[in-house]
Structure formats: C-alpha cells, structure tokens
C-alpha cells in the first residue's frame, strides 16, 4: 500500500484485455497434461464405425465440437452408461427394423485405431465440469500500487482455481493513487459495474491495503453489487495513526503528532492519505474534517447513512486480513476495525462505537456469522499479495 513505485513492468501473467477504465482483464487457466497414450497391441475384436458415434455424446456435433472447451481446460468424463463392463465391445452389426420385418445392417469393418483416438474426441466434444462455477475475482491494488504487484496473487489463482476470470483494475495507480478517494471510489464503481453485470452468480472483491478502504465505499454506495466475499487485505479500515516511511516521504516535515494540521484542513481532505487519517488526540476534528471515513464508518450523520448500511450488508463474508508485523499498517489491528483510544490503547473491533451503535453493520455481520478474521505473524506490508502460506491458509477457501 504505502511503498513507493519500483518502476518495473506492468506486464501481467495471463491475457490483458483492457476494460473502459482501463481495467486490463487477466483470465488464469492452465492446460492440462496430455500425455500420449501408452504403446499397446492391436486388440482381438473387431471394430465398428457406429460405435463410436453411439459413445460420443449427443451434442458432439460439428457446432458441438467448436464450443465444448471449457475455461478449466479439463473435459468431463464419460456420460455414465457409455464404457459397458467389458470395456469397448461394439457389436459388428446395427439392426432396425422395416415395415415389421428385421433388416441386418451390416457395418464396415474400420481399424482399431479408431478406438485410441476415442479419448481425444471425448475431450474435444465434452463440456469442462470444472472450473465453470468459480465466481470472478476483482483486485483493487493500495497506495502506489499496479497491476504488476499482483503477479503472485495471480499465479496461486491460476494454480488452484484454473479458469477463474480475475480482473485487475489499473486505475490511480502510482502517485494517482493520492487523489481523493470518493473520486476513486466513481471511477472504480465504473469499472466494476459491467464485470458484476455478467456475473449474475456473483463476484469476489479482493482489496489491498488503501484498496480495501476504497471497496468498503463501493460496497456502501452500489445498490446492486452482488459481492460474495470481500476480502480486505492489510487494510487501515479504522484509519491510520502512525510515524511510517511513506508518511515521511510525503510529509518530510510533520510528525504523526501534528499531521493533522494538514489533514484536517480542507486542502488536507484532496490527499487519499488525509481521507483515512485518524488521531485519536484530536476526535472532533477527525469527526468534523474528514469527508471519507467518518461517512463510510457512519460516525457522522449523513442522510444516506441507512441506505449505505444497507448496501454493505448485501454483502456474503467479509474476510479480514492482517498481522503484528506488517510495519505500515498503525496500529496494525486496524485491519480488524481495531484502533487506539486516547490513551493509545488498542480497543478491539467490539470495543469499538461504530460496532457497538452497529453504524454500518459490523455488528449484524458478526452476528450472522459473516466476518471472519485471518490473522497472520511475520509478514510485512508489501509481501501480503505475494506469500503464498498467506494466500492457502485466509484467501483460496473463500474464492468459491
């Protein structure tokens, strides 16, 4: 979320295909090993013609054959009922019958071959059964952040989940991402509408860092997502209070103590930084100034806090992500909807008033079973998308 940009390529693994908005369209898939068929001798019986077109399928015609391919890259196995008990016996003749009588049609004898090249036809005009009911995955990268950094993340899809249609968004990347975050919030509401539009089933929103504070918004603000799981990783959703490097990088001169001089003044709020800024000395600035986060956590009154609590709770499971040594994240119980007091003594996620007064829903997602929360020692913040024990043990189980 908060490092700077290392410069390398945007190159993404898989197929980009660039979306309005300039959201690049990345589908993982695999193929599957096809090794060639081990050498055998010529077997005894005899070989028809007709059996094989009885044990293809009945849609495996020249369309069928064109469109049968799944995303998986896997074919389903033979309709039960097509492999008899003896193997593959076709009988040497067909009969029908005619005006009452029964007529023998014989059948030409064709080469045995035939019959090894049965597995292959089945794959070409076999539907794929897996792969197809794996629900779309969105990414939406941090602060400073690109496609590129997601590389990883895409390669453990590909790996576990073959065929799912994962989709980056390239949108604020680099030091775009320091513009307001209701204007990200628009532009990322663009670029994920018509993906939620094909995906009537549903879609997995997968949010890093800064990321992760922008799909709570959209979660709030979109009356129609259909968001099965929103996995928020490594993300400041209770705001952020602490002396890190980036903070130094952008504000040499201020100090965690008296950042909110700047953040809370209204030429403060155009800086995404300042949008999730929360001192817990200075509570009713934070409550007055703040034009990002004391909305979406509904601490200030607004009048589309109940249809924003509405929207947020359409959502499946909402899966939290973070760990002690995440180094940026401050405190990095923020991740959890932690934060510090005026003590600065972490209170926990139902320590919390926006839990306890259920301002946005937290408290009816809890009780319904809907949060769950991962955390993870000995990570820091900018290997969360990329270690794999990370993606197995809090993201794969949710990606459905």
Same mark, same amino acid.
């Given at each position: 979320?908060?490092?700077?940009?290392? /410069?390398?390529?945007?190159?993404?693994?898989?197929?980009?295909?660039?979306?309005?908005?300039?959201?690049?369209?990345?589908?993982?898939?695999?193929?599957?090993?096809?090794?060639?068929?081990?050498? =055998?001798?010529?077997?005894?019986?005899?070989?028809?013609? /007709?059996?094989?077109? =009885?044990?293809?399928?009945?849609?495996? !015609?020249?369309?069928?054959? !064109?469109?049968? +391919?799944?995303?998986?890259?896997?074919?389903?196995?033979?309709?039960?009922?097509?492999?008899?008990?003896?193997?593959?016996?076709?009988?040497? #003749?067909?009969?029908?019958?005619?005006?009452?009588?029964?007529?023998?049609?014989?059948?030409?004898?064709?080469?045995?071959?035939?019959?090894?090249?049965?597995?292959?036809?089945?794959?070409?005009?076999?539907?794929?059964?897996?792969?197809?009911?794996?629900?779309?995955?969105?990414?939406?990268?941090?602060?400073?952040?690109?496609?590129?950094?997601?590389?990883?993340?895409?390669?453990?899809?590909?790996?576990?989940?073959?065929? %799912?249609?994962?989709?980056?968004?390239?949108?604020?990347?680099?030091?775009?991402?320091?513009?307001?975050?209701?204007?990200?919030?628009?532009?990322?509401?663009?670029?994920?509408?018509?993906?939620?539009?094909?995906?009537?089933?549903?879609?997995?929103?997968?949010?890093?860092?800064?990321?992760?504070?922008?799909? =709570?918004?959209?979660?709030?603000?979109?009356?129609?997502?259909?968001?099965?799981?929103?996995?928020?990783?490594? *993300?400041?959703?209770?705001?952020?209070?602490?002396?890190?490097?980036?903070?130094?990088?952008?504000?040499? %001169?201020?100090?965690?103590?008296?950042?909110?001089? &700047?953040?809370?003044?209204?030429?403060?709020?155009?800086?995404? &930084?300042?949008?999730?800024?929360?001192?817990?000395?200075?509570?009713?600035?934070? +409550?007055?100034? *703040?034009?990002?986060?004391?909305?979406?956590?509904?601490? =200030?009154?607004?009048?589309?806090?109940?249809?924003?609590?509405?929207?947020?709770? #359409?959502?499946?499971?909402?899966?939290?992500?973070? /760990?002690?040594?995440?180094?940026?994240?401050?405190?990095?119980?923020?991740?959890?909807?932690?934060?510090?007091?005026?003590?600065?003594?972490?209170?926990?996620?139902?320590?919390?008033?926006?839990?306890?007064?259920?301002?946005? /829903?937290?408290?009816?997602?809890?009780? #319904? !079973?809907? &949060?769950?929360?991962?955390?993870?020692?000995?990570?820091?913040? %900018?290997?969360?998308?990329?270690?794999? %024990?990370?993606?197995?043990?809090? &993201?794969?189980?949710?990606?459905?």
């Amino acid at each position: 979320m908060f490092h700077r940009p290392s /410069g390398a390529p945007r190159a993404l693994l898989g197929t980009l295909a660039r979306l309005p908005g300039k959201a690049p369209d990345v589908t993982a898939s695999r193929d599957p090993s096809n090794p060639s068929p081990p050498a =055998r001798s010529r077997p005894s019986f005899p070989c028809a013609a /007709g059996s094989l077109l =009885r044990l293809l399928p009945p849609h495996a !015609g020249a369309s069928g054959l !064109g469109r049968s +391919l799944g995303t998986a890259g896997q074919a389903r196995p033979p309709h039960p009922g097509q492999v008899g008990a003896q193997g593959l016996l076709p009988p040497p #003749r067909l009969c029908r019958t005619s005006g009452g009588s029964m007529q023998v049609l014989r059948v030409p004898r064709v080469p045995c071959a035939w019959v090894l090249l049965l597995p292959f036809l089945l794959l070409i005009a076999t539907p794929a059964a897996h792969g197809a009911s794996y629900k779309p995955v969105i990414v939406v990268h941090g602060l400073f952040d690109s496609s590129y950094s997601f590389r990883h993340l895409l390669e453990y899809i590909n790996e576990t989940h073959p065929g %799912t249609v994962v989709t980056v968004l390239d949108l604020f990347d680099g030091r775009e991402s320091l513009r307001p975050l209701w204007e990200q919030v628009q532009g990322f509401q663009e670029a994920v509408k018509p993906i939620m539009e094909k995906a009537p089933q549903g879609v997995h929103l997968l949010c890093y860092s800064q990321g992760g504070l922008v799909c =709570r918004a959209l979660l709030s603000v979109m009356e129609e997502h259909n968001v099965d799981s929103f996995i928020s990783l490594s *993300s400041p959703q209770m705001g952020q209070y602490g002396d890190t490097d980036y903070l130094k990088w952008l504000f040499p %001169t201020s100090m965690r103590s008296n950042l909110y001089r &700047i953040c809370y003044s209204p030429w403060g709020q155009e800086f995404s &930084i300042c949008n999730y800024w929360h001192d817990p000395h200075h509570d009713d600035l934070y +409550l007055n100034a *703040s034009s990002f986060l004391a909305l979406i956590n509904g601490e =200030r009154d607004h009048p589309n806090a109940t249809a924003w609590r509405k929207n947020f709770l #359409r959502v499946g499971h909402l899966v939290l992500i973070g /760990g002690p040594d995440d180094g940026v994240i401050t405190p990095w119980q923020s991740s959890f909807f932690g934060f510090y007091d005026a003590n600065e003594t972490v209170l926990e996620m139902e320590e919390q008033l926006v839990y306890l007064r259920d301002s946005f /829903g937290l408290k009816t997602l809890l009780a #319904r !079973g809907a &949060i769950v929360r991962c955390p993870m020692a000995g990570i820091s913040h %900018t290997n969360w998308h990329s270690n794999r %024990t990370l993606y197995d043990t809090c &993201i794969e189980p949710w990606l459905s």
